[in-house]
């Protein structure tokens, strides 16, 4: 079983609707979540970054941390043709020394005019 | 300011031969590393290193080589190439330490061995 578990779609959507992605993980010691957004033939960007449980808001996008279920979520409102993406999420422990991060599979987006 | 910079981006090697990956940045960063992405896999760590002189070992390393001899590069060696190392090759550099450091990434290497 992967630490980090990510449904890796497709996910097709309409222009301007509400976008969810999830991820699951298996290690209770994950204290530091983060979204990436990579678009095609890109690096990954960094999108959210939040620590322990919570939400975080940033524009269109909230991301969501459910650390007792080991759920994270990231919602994108109104989404747009440009959030047409592949979105990882990411996750790591209290970081001594570099951030060793594990991501999941990754999820791809499109978002259809 | 170009970020973090990778060359070359693409490359087709034959099962044997052998190769160096550079990665240099200009954000004066601490920490860099080593990512491979393969479908369905995610990013996987592969090396990184905390300083100028410094590597470590992350979760993929085997049939690889780093070495970072100045703080803005980062080389990593594949000595003899393998099918099984055909991927995309991510360089990620950040500052180093703190809660929230943020890892910058590159524009990738893709490699195809035959």
């Known amino acids: 079983q992967k630490e980090v578990e990510q449904d890796p779609g497709p996910l097709s959507v309409p222009e301007g609707a509400i976008v969810s992605l999830n991820c699951t993980y298996s290690?209770?010691?994950?204290?530091?979540f983060m979204w990436y957004r990579q678009y095609s033939r890109k690096g990954p960007e960094l999108l959210m970054y939040?620590?322990?449980?919570g939400n975080k808001e940033d524009g269109r996008f909230t991301a969501q941390v459910d650390k007792s279920s080991k759920y994270i979520s990231l919602f994108i409102r109104d989404s747009q043709p440009s959030d047409s993406a592949t979105y990882l999420c990411a996750m790591s422990t209290l970081p001594q020394g570099a951030q060793k991060l594990v991501f999941g599979q990754g999820t791809r987006l499109t978002i259809n005019p | 300011n170009a970020g973090v910079t990778q060359t070359p981006k693409f490359r087709v090697l034959k099962t044997g031969q052998s190769m160096t990956l550079l990665c240099a940045q200009d954000?004066?960063?601490?920490?860099m590393y080593w990512y491979r992405q393969d479908p369905g896999m995610g990013l996987r760590l592969i090396h990184y290193s905390v300083g100028e002189g410094t590597t470590a070992k992350g979760e993929v390393p085997d049939g690889y080589n780093v070495s970072r001899l100045k703080k803005q590069n980062f080389l990593l060696g594949l000595e003899s190439a393998a099918p099984s190392q055909t991927s995309v090759y991510f360089c990620a550099s950040s500052y180093g330490g703190g809660d929230t450091d943020t890892q910058y990434f590159g524009p990738g290497t893709r490699l195809t061995v035959l």
């Open positions: 939040t620590y322990s449980s």
């Open positions: 290690n209770s010691a994950f204290q530091y």
């Open positions: 954000m004066n960063h601490e920490y």
